[in-house]
């Protein structure tokens, strides 16, 4: 063979060899990743075309397959969407998917590995795939009275409410607002789902098809002050020690001094810890976070979850401590200011880990994962994400949080006959914008069942009227009574 020839022949083997090595790659170990993929019209197309299982609450579907009369075959309907849509996202044919329909998309779609003998057994009967069910955590009533309260406050409300089991971690409420209506994109009509996406994310600056809850993070104000006091409790500091109050705080470094709200002395130029977690004394907490160190703030930050990626259900933004810090902005950051942002649901853990004696639990909104014969192919396994604080200072965070109800800024979360722990906050974003405004609680103090967190991004009511307590506590109360049953 002379070499021209014997060089093409090589060349025709090297580039066959690369044909069957990528066809081996795409079709055998990319597979998996290239099915899952929303982004996959023909794989997305094929779902269209089989019926998706439910997702369920409370035992009934919130989104569910039903014939669609075209070519496609089904068409995903959500009922009470704008309740749930932050938590189900969104499935379209076009536009792939959000939300649990995207994080449980193989159980739903029934591509799943635990399916192949049902997908088997459809074969073999000829008959086309079907998906399995998934059951969420979500308390019906809460989500409902989350909803109910950011609705009752007037004008374009943005803000979010979690509320958790403590005990467990299970998500019993996640509501978002703004939110939006995924039947408009779930429609097999390309121009009508085109227009609708359009509206829904280029042309929309409220943001609606975020999820509020566990998407964004915000300076969380004064409902920080719970990790500062927890640090405080957990080096030598008592409910019951003396600390800096007054008026106004020197920031080391800088000519610039750190004020409570209204000009307030918090009582005098000593008071207790549990005074200053009652008025909520920014001075007696910037000069705390000082005396403990940029260090010992953060750390027992992260034992609570921030600067932490620990929830993979839904999309989440990854809370934030910030690890290099001068005095003055260790002061601030005491505060919930200066570089700390947390989600509703961050904050929500704070609350909730307080409330389990201290031990934080992984966040979960899934419960159980159904073949389409309802047997149980998962179901969800509590666990300890972090044990943040010992369950004596635990208990001593809580009965500090419970005078922060009877006698400081939180009374609005008061209820008959139950003892509730809670703390109020609020926190500057820009001048240009109004404060936000929080409240975290949770109940039964002594034997608690329901953590949560309320976060009021924006409402139309005056600026020297915003305040944790009065817009966000009536939410929180109803949620917790919601849970509860008073």
């Known amino acids: 063979m002379n070499k021209p020839i014997r060089t093409l022949a090589v060349g025709c083997f090297a580039l066959f060899a690369m044909l069957l090595i990528n066809l081996n790659y795409v079709q055998v170990l990319r597979a998996g ?40 075959k089904f068409v995903r309907k959500f009922t009470k969407p704008e309740l749930y849509a932050p938590v189900t996202g969104y499935f379209s044919c076009i536009y792939g998917t959000s939300g649990i329909e995207s994080s449980e998309n193989a159980v739903l779609s029934g591509s799943d590995e635990r399916l192949f003998v ?55 409420a996640m509501v978002s607002k703004p939110t939006y209506d995924p039947n408009f994109i779930a429609t097999h009509d390309t121009s009508v789902a085109e227009a609708n996406w359009k509206r829904l994310t280029t042309d929309d600056p409220m943001k609606k098809m975020t999820n509020r809850a566990s998407q964004e993070i915000y300076p969380p104000g004064s409902t920080f002050k719970l990790v500062v006091a927890a640090a405080a409790l957990s080096n030598g500091y008592s409910p019951d020690s003396t600390v800096k109050g007054g008026t106004t705080l020197d920031l080391p470094q800088s000519s610039a001094t750190l004020t409570n709200e209204g000009g307030s002395d918090c009582g005098g130029s000593e008071i207790t810890l549990t005074q ?57 950051s005491s505060i919930g200011q200066f570089d700390v942002a947390a989600s509703p649901l961050q904050m929500a853990m704070v609350t909730a880990g307080i409330a ?72 500057n974003s820009s ?56």
Request: with cysteine; hydrophobic share 40%.
């Open 33 to 72: 990743d290239l099915n899952d993929d929303s982004a996959n019209k023909r794989v997305r197309d094929a779902e269209c075309s089989r019926e998706r299982g439910a997702i369920l609450v409370g035992g009934d579907p919130v989104a569910r397959s039903v014939p669609s009369n075209d070519n496609l």
């Open 118 to 172: 049902n997908r088997v057994i459809d074969m073999v009967g000829n008959k086309q795939p079907k998906g399995g069910s998934v059951l969420l955590t979500i308390d019906p009533r809460a989500q409902q009275a989350a909803l109910d309260g950011l609705n009752r406050l007037p004008g374009d409300t943005r803000g979010a409410v979690v509320a958790l089991d403590p005990t467990k971690g299970a998500i019993l």
């Open 276 to 332: 200053a977690l009652a008025v909520s004394c920014n001075v007696s907490f910037g000069d705390l976070g000082l005396k403990l160190g940029a260090q010992t703030l953060q750390d027992q930050a992260e034992k609570f979850g921030f600067n932490e990626d620990y929830f993979d259900q839904l999309s989440s933004a990854e809370s934030r401590f910030p690890t290099e810090m001068d005095e003055p902005s260790t002061a601030l």
């Open 356 to 427: 389990n004696g201290g031990a934080v639990m992984r966040p979960y909104v899934v419960q159980e994962v159904r073949s389409p014969g309802l047997d149980v192919l998962d179901e969800a396994d509590p666990e300890v994400l972090h044990q943040a604080i010992s369950g004596s200072v635990a208990d001593e965070l809580t009965q500090m949080m419970v005078e922060v109800v009877e006698t400081g800024t939180a009374d609005e979360v008061k209820m008959p006959g139950i003892s509730v722990a809670g703390k109020t906050g609020t926190a």
């Open 431 to 486: 001048e240009e914008k109004s404060p936000y405004a929080w409240m975290v609680s949770f109940a039964p103090a002594d034997d608690p069942q329901v953590a949560v967190a309320v976060f009021i991004e924006q409402t139309d009511v005056p600026r020297p009227d915003i305040s944790g307590g009065g817009l966000a506590g009536p939410i929180a109360k109803g949620v917790m009574q919601a849970v509860i049953g008073r």
